[in-house]
Structure formats: structure tokens, C-alpha cells
């Protein structure tokens, strides 16, 4: 089988506002984190800025530049808030970073603005990079796209690829980059999963806006299945519809306790958020798993069941530093193989507490 401190809230406004806290920055500098986003600024600003790195202004002498994304399993929660609570789009996903990664690898060519993209089916990729290069006033050239992340599966498999592209154009050129903007060319594409952020997020996918950084999830592992076939993000944006109240109200009660167990580490309850927002799911985007998984996460005590809320992707969620974890693995994967034979296992991206 395949391995694979309070709430920080923030203030937030499309393409630029500033963050409230510092607490994201303190984030983008965990061991974890910050070699994932060393271009990559948090602080709101509007304007691109420039960085001196050994002795050379940014932007001159360009090398080649090479940067990643991980992905997310499915979501700890998604689904819409009360009318009235937020003054833009209602959807809202809390996200479950995995330790899967896509990796971009930029190559610029004085005299372009244009970039080849391979594998060239990366439309998405293309787009950002072109706009990323005109906004930084820089070369296109050339973008080499390799992933760990299967497509239409609902692990975020795309919005990994934007911005491990948009990281790798910004330490190609040595500019450091507000998310603000990334997040904004993302906007212009599709929605995304919010995982430009260094740990978990509240976000709103739609408008590319974030609510809330939660914090780090705790290490977790997710055996995980796949149910076959595959969803495009767009197209299943589109196509939904909208929430009861009664729903919208169960969800704000989730995202309220999502936002006090994971700055806690309170795996119990991060478990029953992701089942509840599963099973409150699932009369929208049925899984024909999701009863199997949950009797064989309650028959081992696990921790609960996850699904990829716009994706194909089902698993059942276990606390990895738990001293029963390779007992309660075994279990899980015993239940599970009797309706899947090929499971895999998934780890959260976990930074210092």
C-alpha cells in the first residue's frame, strides 16, 4: 500500500487589504512552511516587492526557479454561512493540508512574455504564469509542471499547480509576491482550495479570500479510497445549489468549533466536524462509500470520515501519534479492503505547535 494558540482571525479584502495579525508571518517561518513560501509575502500589500538576496538587486541575472504546493485532502469542512454573516460569497472550506505535492519548475526567456507550459494540457498553469510575469514586469519562458496530485479527485490538484507556479516565477526572479495577488489571478481562473496558506485555513473559494488561518493541524493520517472518475472544479461550482438555513446554521456552529480544536489539537473533535460536514454533504454529492467508511471508522474508533466534498476521494481519519495508531491502522485497513483493495495513506502537514 502507497504511503503517501487561539484562532487567527484576519481581515481580508480581495486583491490587497492588510492581515490583522502577524501570526500568519510567524506561520510562513515554521521549519515546515517556510521553504515552501520564501517569495511569498503575507502581509496584504498591493505593490510587488523587492528583495536583495546575496549581494543582487532582485529581478536581474534570473535563474531558474523551482518551488512546490501541497495539496489537501478533500476538506475538514465546507458548505455555505447564514445569510448576512459575511458581505461576500457565503461558500466557505476549512482545508486538510496533505503531504502531497505539485512542483513547478520556471525557466525564463528574455524578449517573451509568453510561456510554454509542459505537460501542455496545464492550461490553468499557463494562464497565471502569463499574467504573473506582465504584473512583475518580467520574461515568460518556459514551465515544467510534475505532480504527486491526481486530477479531479478533489485533492486540489489544480490550485497546487497555480501556486507552485506562481512560487516559482517569484523565486525565479527573486520579487516577493503578495499572496493578495496570487490569490487574485487565481480568482480570474477558478475557485481555489486555499492552499497558498502556510497551515489550516477558513477560506472562501469562490471570491479566493480568506476568512480565517486556524492554525496547524495536528499529525493525522487518512486511509484514504477513491471512488472513480473525476470532477471539474468549475463545472461543479456552477451546478450547485444553495444550502437550507437550517444547514447554513449547522455549518457556522462546525466552522465556531473548528476554529477553537484546531489551535487545540483537539483531534476528537476535528474528526466529528469532518464526519458531520460529510454526512451533511452527502445529499448534494453522494458518496456510495460514505456508510461503509463511517461503520468501519465507528467499529475501530477512529477518529471519523473525510471526503473530498467536490472530488471523488473518501477517508477515514486516525491520530498518528496516538500509541495505538499501527493497531487501529491495521483495523481500519482491514475493514476497508473488505469494499476496496486500494487504499492509501495520506499524512497531514503538520508545523511546530
Known amino acids: 500500500m502507497p504511503i503517501q494558540h487561539p484562532t487567527y482571525s484576519t481581515g481580508h479584502s480581495g486583491s490587497g487589504a492588510s492581515l490583522s495579525t502577524g501570526l500568519l508571518k510567524e506561520a510562513a517561518a ?3 512552511w517556510r521553504q515552501h513560501v520564501c517569495f511569498q509575502a503575507f502581509d ?26 501541497c495539496g489537501t485532502f478533500g476538506e475538514l469542512l465546507q458548505g455555505q454561512l447564514p445569510v448576512g454573516s459575511l458581505p461576500l460569497d457565503l461558500h ?13 519548475h520556471f525557466i525564463p526567456i528574455e524578449g517573451t512574455r509568453s510561456v510554454t507550459v509542459f505537460p501542455p494540457h496545464k492550461v490553468k498553469a499557463k494562464q497565471l504564469a502569463e499574467n504573473l510575469v506582465i504584473a512583475l514586469d518580467a520574461s515568460g519562458g518556459m514551465l515544467l509542471l510534475q505532480s504527486e ?25 527573486k520579487r516577493i509576491v503578495p499572496t493578495s495577488l496570487i490569490e487574485k489571478l487565481m480568482a480570474e481562473i477558478e475557485p481555489s482550495d486555499g492552499v497558498m496558506y502556510p497551515g489550516v485555513v477558513a477560506y472562501q473559494q469562490r471570491a479566493c479570500t480568506l476568512l480565517s488561518f486556524l492554525g496547524q493541524m495536528p ?3 487518512i486511509v484514504g479510497i477513491d471512488e472513480g472518475g473525476t470532477v471539474e472544479t468549475v463545472d461543479y461550482d456552477q451546478r450547485r445549489g444553495e444550502i437550507s438555513a437550517s444547514h447554513r446554521a449547522e455549518y457556522q456552529q462546525l466552522l465556531d468549533r473548528a476554529r477553537m480544536a484546531i489551535p487545540q489539537g483537539d483531534t476528537a ?22 456508510n ?6 465507528e467499529a475501530t474508533d477512529a477518529l471519523g470520515v473525510i471526503v473530498a466534498h467536490s472530488g471523488t476521494m473518501i477517508g477515514i481519519i486516525l491520530d498518528r501519534i496516538a500509541a495505538d495508531f499501527p493497531l487501529k491502522l491495521r483495523s481500519v485497513l482491514a475493514h476497508v479492503l473488505a469494499f476496496d483493495k486500494s487504499p492509501k495513506l495520506y499524512m497531514t502537514m503538520t508545523g511546530c505547535r
Open 292 to 297: 461503509s467508511m463511517l461503520k468501519a471508522s
Open 219 to 221: 499529525p493525522l493520517a
Open 149 to 173: 496530485i491526481p486530477e479531479g479527485k478533489g485533492l486540489a490538484s489544480s490550485s497546487a499547480d497555480l501556486v507552485a507556479t506562481a512560487r516559482s516565477i517569484a523565486y525565479c526572479f
Open 44 to 69: 496584504g500589500e498591493d505593490a510587488v516587492d523587492i528583495s536583495v538576496e546575496h549581494g543582487e538587486q532582485a529581478g536581474q541575472n534570473p535563474g531558474h526557479g523551482e518551488a512546490v504546493c
Open 269 to 290: 473533535t476535528i474528526g466529528r466536524i469532518a464526519t458531520a460536514s460529510a454526512v451533511l454533504h452527502q445529499e448534494r454529492a453522494p458518496k456510495e462509500h460514505l
Open 30 to 32: 515554521d521549519e515546515l
Open 92 to 104: 466557505f472550506l476549512v482545508t486538510m493540508p496533505i503531504a502531497l505535492f505539485a512542483r513547478a
